[in-house]
């Protein structure tokens, strides 16, 4: 119960940052992706906060012998670039490209009843089910790395 406290409440304020800086809506991205027009520089702001505080909190939080509320810690193993990730991760830039949302403020702002929104969840959500079947169809096994694995306490 603690968990799912812990992971709701994770989630409220990641949804009010996203609002509060108006990363909910398409314009923002549209607006950083327009380097030759009218070009709005918020979201690397947005970014670069996100990144700070990684860069300050990670190195001690992956010290802990675990997570404040699971056994262990899930992060990927894999290091390697390979024609999965490339294809992936240009579907996925032409994806918010397209309809300017990634998951995290598509998610919030279809909760807020955001139509086009409720139709980006929608199509992500098919659109991950076709590809875990697509590759559970391929390969007979989990993707690897699928579930991430164990990281030992330093």
Same mark, same amino acid.
């Given at each position: 119960?603690? /968990?799912?406290? *812990? &992971?709701? %409440?994770a989630g409220g304020l990641f949804a009010l940052g996203l609002g509060i800086s108006g990363m909910t809506r398409p314009s923002k991205v549209v607006g950083f992706l327009?380097?030759?027009? /009218?070009?709005? *520089? &918020?979201? %690397?702001?947005?970014m670069l906060g996100g990144v700070a505080v990684y860069a300050a909190l990670y190195g001690r939080?992956?010290?802990?012998?675990?997570?404040?509320?699971?056994?262990?810690?899930?992060?990927?193993?894999?290091?390697?670039?390979?024609?999965?990730?490339?294809?992936?991760?240009?579907?996925?830039?032409?994806?918010?490209?397209l309809g300017g949302f990634c998951p995290g403020p598509g998610l919030v702002s279809a909760a807020g009843g955001v139509w086009p929104a409720v139709v980006f969840v929608v199509g992500m959500t098919v659109g991950t089910k076709v590809e875990h079947l697509v590759t559970g169809a391929l390969t007979c096994t989990p993707p690897?790395?699928?579930?991430?694995?164990e990281v030992p306490p330093r």
């Open positions: 119960m603690k /968990a799912l406290a *812990a &992971s709701f %409440a327009d380097l030759a027009g /009218a070009w709005d *520089a &918020s979201l %690397a702001f947005v939080i992956v010290r802990r012998p675990a997570p404040l509320f699971d056994r262990r810690f899930h992060l990927p193993t894999r290091k390697d670039i390979d024609v999965r990730l490339v294809l992936g991760a240009a579907l996925f830039g032409i994806g918010w490209a690897a790395g699928a579930g991430g694995a």
